[in-house]
């Protein structure tokens, strides 16, 4: 994995950062953690004295078998007679499989209670006996021993219930307590050597969990269920060390907390949790990277540098001074986890992949040079998009653990339950894709969606036995995304072999123009976006043995053969477009002879930056200056469709420069458009310009804060959208006279919507046709709809309606009329007459109506004569507004091009 290299030109910290930095700074509510406090201590109480409670409460109404709750260890159906389900009833078979030499659990007062961020108890050796760390005996009586404490706290605290627990808090295996707010865990320190859960080791037989007849005789290495045992044995020590170090450094506290912000706001704290971070920063201040004294910045600055070049290839230790791994053991860990991050053979990195480090690294590495400057926190650790505006492409999977079965073999091995096994699928799932997509994407990301997913659940309800997940599989594509071929190694090395098995047979030999022969796969003649689809379902069906419906592609447009074509035609005529204007660029800067030198020609169309529909019916060539014949002239009473004409600026004696990748703009379409959105629905217009940097003269710290004090002092006669860049420090250029407020106001709820569609299409059970849903035009909020008339409206769909000519064809290319629309000009007419009391709106990519808005403040105005146009008297002092008046105007100026005018709202 290639780390990221980071500038070393950097900024100095200015007060105004401190300052926001100081101000992210968790608030404590005093009553709140005095409340916790007390409770915590109230709880601790009550588990200590247990056993006198118990024997006042139970005598008069059980026997004096349960007082001491005395009963067999498998038994695990003896808790719902008091109201409360073991956690693991599910696992029941599992449980009958075990053996201990302590078969019979009672309660015992526990060894220790510590009060720290949470309670601990510890759990009594006695309850244990010498080899009950194998297989399930343990979470089972650590389960008992959770229900035992239910029970006990059930008479005086109304508010408890199971939660996951775990390194992560996800485990349902090993549970804890939540009551009244307060988390209660369970250990035994004293239960085994840490080197006892070596991940060379194995401690969970699969024949165990899933019988016999599928591992019969089955001694397998279980690196990961050891991990979760580990946490069981090692868990208050842990807690304690980070606590221990963090309390006396509070600018490393802050640091931590800002880049769990940023983390969660960019979906990686699944992956890097707090004890990983934590664990992190701790490993710093040990290492003396991170002192007291430093201030925020630089402690910041550590912290990314670090997390940036965190090498997955190095076995790490959290604390210097620990004792080293042998080399052998080293190597264990590194072949059974992607990273690692050891402290007493607990690998607190365990569950972060590669994708997972790469992506991590590459938001990192993008925040770490903005850092120190004010107006770049929020966008850094502040600002939160949707889990898929991080992507290009985004697809769904639904896995069944039945769908498993067939290779149970594989991934039943190390796993306690269906949760396991899903879990270990998605790990080889990500660990194929890296081995035949990677070279398609930039990183990957897979991230569970399931709606009903539970980690808690009440004492009387069964844990979720999880028989199926939903995922989001997200690509940061990179230019070969498309790519028709999988280019493997060359012929006749033993990494072809492997090729070739790995692909099941499917790939060939190809020869290429360097004379290399390589093994390939191919997918189609030539790029296409079902290419990427196909390699993905191959992985699925022909390497999982899985249906292809259980994945499904969600993207913004449609994936049909006919949507596709239609995409080959707008490429050719976008081909055409930016052939003709590097021809004319061409002959530009070769005039000879006039007053000042051509040095540049730019091309400011959208259709040269991809952002508007290039259209088939655009006629793009060079002519001669023999092109009197070579004009198509409408048709008398029929209007052409819409020919658009593309506009250049051309420079004289000056040089300008243009973004270097407009093809990574022009393939990033989702994410760029979710972005887009969420900029739209969530930036403060009212009270903050958008301040556009294009690189070219980056503004200082200073003068961006002249910029937003100018526009404080200006903002009543500034537009109600202030966009502020370098040819325009006051922002208001562009938006002068559009968007108005309720426009404005209008497009912040429409980007709102069109983003919970987005996440419909992205999460939703069925997909959805997002197209046709963003695009559907919604006229309710209108007060009257102008109708137009079919042949009006010329900018429909002209890529349906009329095809460019074959290459072949021998028909004549004939320069058509362009930029004639006539409802562009109906509406520029409407605004020039009646803007005074109305707003008109209209979709010029093929919208057949016109929406009407009058401005409330017309409704009624005193009466002057002034105000005579267009309204009517009520009284000697009141004008209303005239609608009717309006509309049969309306009727009278769109003649041939509006077809009926409705009033919807009196």
């Known amino acids: 994995m290639e780390t990221p290299e980071l500038s070393e030109d950097v900024l100095p910290m200015s007060n105004a950062f401190k300052l926001l930095c100081d101000d992210s700074t968790p608030k404590v509510n005093k009553k709140e953690v005095e409340r916790q406090r007390q409770t915590a201590k109230k709880i601790k109480n009550e588990i200590e004295s247990a056993k006198i409670n118990l024997e006042i409460e139970v005598f008069a109404t059980i026997t004096e078998k349960l007082i001491f709750y005395n009963f067999q260890y498998k038994n695990l159906d003896f808790w719902t007679e008091h109201d409360i389900k073991h956690p693991l009833h599910h696992l029941q078979k599992a449980i009958d ?32 006996g010498n080899r009950d760390f194998l297989n399930l005996t343990y979470p089972t009586k ?50 085994a050597k840490p080197k006892r859960f070596a991940p060379n080791i194995g401690n969970l037989r699969p024949a165990t969990v899933f019988g016999e007849k599928l591992f019969k005789g089955v001694e397998i290495a279980t690196p990961r269920f050891n991990q979760r045992m580990l946490w069981s044995v090692l868990e208050l020590d842990l807690n304690q060390e980070l606590e221990k170090t963090m309390k006396t450094h509070p600018t490393a506290r802050l640091a931590l907390h800002l880049l769990q912000s940023l983390l969660e706001n960019r979906h990686l704290t699944h992956a890097f949790s707090k004890i990983v971070t934590t664990a992190r920063v701790v490993r710093l201040i040990k290492n003396g990277e991170i002192t007291e004294k430093q201030e925020i910045l630089t402690v910041l600055r550590a912290i990314f540098k670090d997390f940036i070049t965190w090498s997955p290839d190095d076995v790490e230790h959290m604390d210097v001074d620990e004792e080293k791994l042998e080399d052998d053991v080293e190597e264990e860990y590194s072949q059974n986890f992607d990273v690692n991050l050891i402290w007493r053979h607990l690998n607190i990195a365990s569950n972060i992949t590669k994708n997972q480090m790469a992506r991590m690294k590459k938001e990192l590495a993008t925040c770490y040079p903005l850092l120190g400057q004010v107006y770049t926190f929020d966008p850094i650790f502040i600002e939160k998009f949707p889990v898929f505006a991080q992507y290009d492409h985004v697809s769904r999977l639904h896995v069944n653990v ?28 990500e660990r194929k894709i890296q081995q035949t997509m990677s070279e398609r994407y930039e990183f990957i990301g897979i991230h569970e969606i399931t709606e009903d997913l539970k980690t808690t659940w009440q004492l009387t309800d069964y844990a979720s036995q999880e028989r199926q997940k ?244 200006m903002r009543p006669i500034l537009p109600p959208m202030v966009v502020i860049h370098e040819e325009d420090q006051l922002g208001s250029k562009f938006t002068r006279e559009n968007p108005q407020g309720i426009v404005l ?17 992205t999460i939703g ?8 849903s963003l695009l559907t035009e919604n006229l309710a909020p209108y007060d009257a ?73 017309e409704e009624e105005v005193p009466a002057k004569i002034s105000r005579c146009a267009l309204h009517k008297s009520i009284s000697d002092s009141t004008l209303r507004l005239n609608r009717a008046e309006i509309l049969e105007n309306i009727l009278i100026l769109g003649q041939g091009i509006v077809g009926d005018v409705e009033l919807k709202k009196q």
């Open 470 to 713: 939903t995922f989001l599989i997200g690509f940061r594509i990179t230019s070969q995304w498309k790519n028709p071929l999988t280019v493997g190694p060359s012929a006749q090395t033993n990494e072809a072999k492997e090729f070739r098995e790995l692909w099941k047979g499917s790939s060939e030999l190809r020869k290429f123009a360097d004379t290399r022969i390589c093994e390939c796969v191919v997918w189609a003649e030539k790029p296409s976006e079902k290419v990427p689809r196909a390699v993905l379902q191959f992985v699925l069906q022909k390497m999982f043995d899985l249906p292809a419906t259980c994945l499904s592609w969600r993207s913004l447009t449609t994936t049909s053969t006919s949507a596709e074509s239609d995409q080959q035609h707008e490429k050719k005529s976008q081909e055409a477009v930016f052939k003709a204007f590097t021809d004319l660029s061409q002959v530009l800067r070769g005039l000879k002879g006039i007053p000042l030198m051509i040095t540049n020609v730019h091309g400011v169309s959208g259709y040269l930056r991809g952002t508007e529909p290039a259209y088939p019916s655009v006629f793009a060539a060079t002519s001669s200056n023999k092109s009197t014949d070579n004009h198509a002239l409408p048709e008398t009473g029929k209007i052409p469709l819409y020919s658009p004409a593309v506009t250049v600026h051309i420079k004289l004696e000056y040089s300008g420069k243009w973004g270097n990748d407009v093809e990574a703009i022009r393939r990033s379409t989702w994410s760029s458009f979710s972005r887009l959105l969420t900029l739209l629905s969530t930036h403060p217009w009212s009270s903050r310009p958008l301040v556009v940097d294009f690189g070219l003269k980056s503004w200082t710290e200073e003068e961006r804060s002249k910029l937003e004090e100018k526009f404080i002092k």
């Open 765 to 772: 059970q069925k997909s959805i046709d997002l197209e046709t």
């Open 142 to 191: 650590r389960a008992h021993f959770l229900c035992c404490i239910a029970k006990i706290l059930s008479k005086n605290h109304a508010k408890i219930h199971f939660a996951a627990g775990g390194i992560q808090q996800d485990d349902p295996i090993f549970p804890d307590l939540i009551v009244d707010g307060i988390r209660v865990g369970i250990y035994c320190s004293d239960m």
């Open 97 to 128: 499989a075990t053996s201990s030499s302590v078969t019979q659990f009672k309660w015992v007062k526990p060894s220790k209670i510590t009060i720290s961020d949470q309670v601990f108890v510890e759990m009594p050796s006695e309850l244990l």
């Open 402 to 429: 039945s769908q498993l079965l067939p290779i149970i073999g594989e991934f039943g091995c190390d796993s306690v339950d269906n949760r396991d096994v899903i879990s270990q699928f998605i790990k080889s799932l």
């Open 785 to 857: 709809i102008i109708h137009l008339e079919p042949a009006a409206v010329v900018r429909k769909k002209a890529l349906m309606e009329r095809r460019p000519l074959p290459e072949n064809s021998k028909f004549q290319h004939k320069i058509p009329v362009v930029e004639l629309d006539p409802v562009d000009e109906l509406v520029y007419q409407l605004n020039n007459s009646f803007q005074s009391v109305a707003m008109f709106f209209y979709n010029k990519y093929g919208g057949h109506h016109i929406g009407v808005m009058f401005k409330p403040q």
């Open 745 to 761: 106001n209008r497009l912040v709820a429409v980007a709102k919507e069109a983003l919970k569609l987005m996440e419909k299409q």
